[in-house]
C-alpha cells in the first residue's frame, strides 16, 4: 500500500536567477497588459492610435504575453524541481539572456521596422507585406523568435539532464515504473512528472518551430523556395500551441507545491496522476488541429484527430489538479493569504477557461465561432485567472515574510479586482464572440463598442490589481533571498 | 554519469582492421561509382557511413590516448566546432559536384570525413554532457528537415551532377531520417536506471568519451 504521510518540505531561499526571472516578468507583464489595455480601448473608441498601431502592439502583445509566460513558468519550475535534482545556473541565465535579445529584436522589428504581422507570424503574411515592411523587419522578427527558442530549448535539455542524471531516464521521472507496475508509493514527485512532461513536448515543440523559422527565413529572400502554406501553417500552430500549452503545466507545479505546505497534506504522484500526465504528454501534441478547423484542405483524419483529442485532452489533468486541490483544500483548515487565495483561484480559472476551447473544439460549432472574439474569450479566462494567477501566487509566496504575516487591505482588495476584472475581461470577449464579432480587427462596429468598453473597464481594474501585485513583489523582495517558513499551519494544527 | 555510455564507448581495438576494411570497401570503384551515382545513396548513405567509421575509430583508441587528444585539442567544445565545420564544408553542393567529378577531391572526402567530422564528434561525445548531445541532436534534427526542403522546394539542380528529381528524393530522405533520429534520440531518453556508476573523468577533468 502507498505510504502518503505528509512530510514537511525543507523551505529553501530564492536563487537570484529566478529572481532575475521573476522581476522580468513583472515588467514585461505590465507593459503587456499596459499595451492589451490600450488595443481594449482602441477598439472602444476611446482613444484612437489607428490600425498600423493596434497591429504593432497586438503582434508585441502576443509575442511578449507568450513568450513571459514562458519565462514565469520556467521560473517556478526551476525553483522548485531544483529541490529534486541538480540544475545549472549558467544555462537559467543564459535563458534569460537569449530571451532578453530576442525581445530585444521583436521590439526593434515592430517598433524600428514597423513589422505587425502578429506573433503568430503565419506564412506567407511576413513576406506579403505590400509596402508596410521590408524583409529585414520581419526577418527580424523570425531571427528574434529564434534565439528565444533557442535559449528554451537550453534550458528543457538542462532540465532532461538533470531528471536524466537523477532519475536514470525520462521514463522514470514519469513514474512509469509505479504506472505500469505495482505503485510502491515511491513514483517521483508531481513536480518531477510535470517537469518531465513539459521537457518532451517543449523539445519537441521547439526543434519543429525551429525548422518552419529556418524555412520561412530562406523564403522571404529566396520565395522561389516556396513553403506549403498548409504545412507552414501546421507547424506553426504545432510550435505555439504546445508552447503556451506548456507554460500552465509548469505554473501548476506552484500548485502541487505550495498548497500542501498550507494543508499539510502531501501531493502525492498516485496511479490516476501519472496516468493523467502520461497521456497528456501525448495528446499536448496531438491537439494542435482544432485551430485547423477551418482548414478543409486539411486532411480529414488530422481534423477529427483535432476535435476527439481536444475533447479527451480537457480532462485529465485538469480534473486530476482540480480534483486534488479540492480535497487537499476541504476541512484542513488552511488559512488564505494571497499566495493560497490566488493559487486557489487559478484552478477556477484553469477550468473555466478550457470549457470555451471545449466547446470551439467541436466542428460544428468552430464554423461559427472560429476568428471571433470567442478563442481570445477563452485563453484571456485561463492565462489571466490560470497560469498568471499560479504566476501571481508565486510571488506572494516567495517574497512572504513570515508564516503568520498578514495581507494588507490594499493587497486583499487588488486581490478582489484581479479576480473580478479577469472575469469580467474574459465575459465581455466571450460574449463579444457569441455575437459574431471578429477577433483583431482594429476596428469595430458601432454594435460592438459597449462590449468592448465594458472589456476596458474591466480590463483596468485587472491592471490596476497587476500593479499593486507586482508593487507588492519589489517592496518585499529580500524576502525571498531567506529561508525561513512561509506557509502558516492550518487552523487546529500545531505549527 | 550513466554507466550505459561508460559500457557501449569501451574501448573495442578489434574494430580498428574492420573499419578498415568497411573503409577500402567503400572505396572500391565499384561501389564508389554505385553510391555516388544517386545523390540519395551519395549523401544518406556513403557519407553518413564514413563519419560513422571516424566515430567507431574514436572507440578503438585507448582510455588514456582519447584523453590526451581532447585535451591537446583543447576540450570538447574545440572538437565540436572542427567537426561543424568540416561537415559543413561537405553538405555544399559545389563540394558534393567536385567529389563525383574529381578523385582527388573524392580522396580528400574519404580522409576529412573520418578524421575530421567523425572523430572529432566522438571523441567530444561524451564529455558533451547530455545537454551539449541534446543541443547537438536538436540542431541536427531542425537543420535535417529545413535543409531536406531546401532540396524539395529548389527550383533548381542544386548540384550539376545529379537530376532534380534525385534531389527531391535526397531531400525527403533527409526528413525521413530527421524524424527516424528525432524519435530515437527522443525514446531513447526515457529508458535507463538511476545511475549505479561513477566513472574517473580525464586527468583535464573531461568526461572520457
Ligand atoms: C490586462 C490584461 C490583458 C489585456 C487588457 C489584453 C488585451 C488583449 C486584446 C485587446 C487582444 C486583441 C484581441 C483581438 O481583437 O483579437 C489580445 C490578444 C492576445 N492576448 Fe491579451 N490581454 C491581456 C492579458 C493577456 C495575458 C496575460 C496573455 C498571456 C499570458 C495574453 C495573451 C494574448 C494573446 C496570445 C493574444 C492574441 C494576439 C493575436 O491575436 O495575435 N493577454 N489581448
Not at chain 1, 204 to 210: E, N
Not at chain 1, 341 to 370: E, K, Q
Request: glycine share 8%; with cysteine.
Amino acid at each position: 500500500m502507498a505510504d502518503y504521510n505528509y512530510v514537511a518540505p525543507q523551505e529553501h531561499a530564492t536563487k537570484g536567477g529566478v529572481l532575475a526571472y521573476l522581476l522580468t516578468t513583472a515588467a514585461v507583464l505590465l507593459l503587456m497588459m499596459l499595451f492589451g489595455l490600450v488595443m481594449r480601448a482602441e477598439q472602444a473608441q476611446l482613444i484612437s492610435i489607428g490600425a498600423n498601431a493596434f497591429y504593432q502592439l497586438m503582434t508585441l502583445h502576443g509575442a511578449g504575453m507568450v513568450g513571459i509566460a514562458g519565462i514565469a513558468g520556467a521560473a517556478i519550475m526551476w525553483h522548485f524541481l531544483g529541490q529534486y535534482v541538480r540544475l545549472s545556473t549558467t544555462v537559467l541565465y543564459a535563458n534569460l539572456a537569449l530571451f532578453l535579445v530576442g525581445v530585444a529584436m521583436a521590439i526593434g522589428a515592430v517598433f524600428i521596422g514597423n513589422f505587425h504581422g502578429a506573433w503568430t507570424f503565419l506564412f506567407p503574411l511576413p513576406g506579403n507585406s505590400m509596402g508596410l515592411w521590408s524583409n529585414e523587419a520581419a526577418a527580424t522578427f523570425l531571427a528574434g523568435m529564434l534565439v528565444l527558442g533557442t535559449g528554451f530549448l537550453l534550458f528543457q535539455l538542462d532540465i532532461a539532464r538533470a531528471l536524466i542524471a537523477t532519475y536514470g531516464g525520462l521514463g522514470r521521472a514519469l513514474g512509469w515504473p509505479q504506472l505500469f507496475g505495482h505503485d510502491d508509493g515511491k513514483a517521483p514527485p508531481p513536480t518531477v512528472v510535470a517537469s518531465a512532461m513539459v521537457t518532451v513536448v517543449n523539445i519537441v515543440a521547439l526543434v519543429v518551430g525551429a525548422s518552419i523559422l529556418a524555412m520561412m527565413l530562406v523564403n522571404l529572400y529566396y520565395p522561389e523556395f516556396a513553403i506549403d502554406p498548409l504545412l507552414a501553417k501546421g507547424m506553426i500552430y504545432f510550435f505555439g500551441h504546445v508552447f503556451i500549452n506548456a507554460t500552465i503545466y509548469m505554473a501548476v507545479i506552484a500548485v502541487y507545491e505550495i498548497l500542501p505546505r498550507y494543508t499539510h497534506r502531501p501531493w502525492k504522484a498516485n496511479k490516476i496522476f501519472l496516468l493523467s500526465w502520461n497521456c497528456s504528454t501525448l495528446m499536448v501534441m496531438f491537439i494542435f488541429p482544432h485551430h485547423l478547423l477551418m482548414d478543409f484542405a486539411f486532411p480529414k483524419w488530422m481534423l477529427v484527430m483535432g476535435h476527439v483529442i481536444g475533447y479527451l485532452n480537457t480532462f485529465p489533468i485538469l480534473i486530476v489538479t482540480g480534483y486534488g486541490a479540492l480535497i487537499l483544500v476541504y476541512r484542513s483548515g488552511i488559512v488564505w493569504d494571497m499566495a493560497s487565495r490566488l493559487l486557489a483561484v487559478s484552478m477556477l480559472g484553469w477550468a473555466a477557461g478550457a470549457m470555451p476551447a471545449f466547446i470551439d473544439g467541436t466542428i460544428r460549432v468552430n464554423y461559427i465561432m472560429h476568428n471571433t472574439l470567442w478563442v481570445p474569450g477563452h485563453f484571456h479566462t485561463y492565462l489571466l485567472l490560470g497560469m498568471v494567477a499560479m504566476v501571481f501566487g508565486f510571488m506572494y509566496y516567495v517574497t512572504k515574510p513570515a508564516a503568520q504575516h498578514k495581507d494588507a487591505l490594499i493587497d486583499r482588495l487588488a486581490y478582489w479586482a484581479y479576480v473580478v476584472g479577469s472575469f469580467g475581461f474574459a465575459l465581455a470577449f466571450l460574449y463579444a464572440g457569441k455575437e459574431s464579432v471578429a477577433r483583431r480587427y482594429a476596428e469595430h462596429l458601432p454594435a460592438w463598442v459597449p462590449y468592448d468598453r465594458i472589456g476596458t473597464a474591466f480590463a483596468t481594474l485587472v491592471v490596476g490589481a497587476a500593479l499593486v501585485f507586482v508593487g507588492r513583489f519589489i517592496a518585499r523582495l529580500a524576502h525571498a533571498r531567506s529561508a525561513h517558513l512561509r506557509a502558516p499551519a492550518p487552523l487546529g494544527v500545531a505549527a | 554519469m550513466n554507466a550505459r555510455y561508460w559500457l557501449a564507448l569501451r574501448r573495442k581495438p578489434g574494430m580498428f582492421p574492420a573499419l578498415l576494411a568497411l573503409w577500402g570497401l567503400l572505396a572500391l570503384p565499384p561501389v564508389r561509382y554505385w553510391l555516388e551515382a544517386s545523390m540519395t545513396r551519395h549523401m544518406i548513405v556513403q557519407m553518413p557511413l564514413l563519419v560513422a567509421i571516424g566515430s567507431a575509430l574514436a572507440h578503438s583508441l585507448s582510455r588514456q590516448q582519447r584523453c590526451r587528444i581532447v585535451a591537446a585539442a583543447g576540450g570538447p567544445l574545440a572538437l565540436l566546432t572542427l567537426a561543424s565545420f568540416a561537415s559543413t564544408y561537405w553538405m555544399m553542393p559545389r563540394a558534393l559536384d567536385l567529389a563525383v567529378a574529381s578523385g582527388a577531391a573524392d580522396a580528400v572526402k574519404f580522409v576529412t570525413l573520418p578524421l575530421l567530422v567523425g572523430l572529432p564528434l566522438a571523441l567530444a561525445w561524451r564529455p558533451l554532457g547530455v545537454l551539449g548531445r541534446g543541443f547537438v541532436w536538436t540542431n541536427l534534427i531542425s537543420m535535417l528537415v529545413f535543409i531536406g526542403w531546401l532540396y524539395i522546394a529548389a527550383p533548381l539542380r542544386v548540384c550539376n551532377s545529379y537530376l532534380v528529381d534525385d534531389q527531391a528524393r535526397a531531400g525527403w530522405w533527409m526528413v525521413y531520417a530527421a524524424a527516424g533520429i528525432f524519435a530515437t534520440w527522443l525514446g531513447a531518453l526515457f529508458v535507463g536506471k538511476p545511475p549505479a556508476t561513477v566513472d574517473t573523468p580525464c586527468a583535464a577533468g573531461y568526461p572520457a568519451i
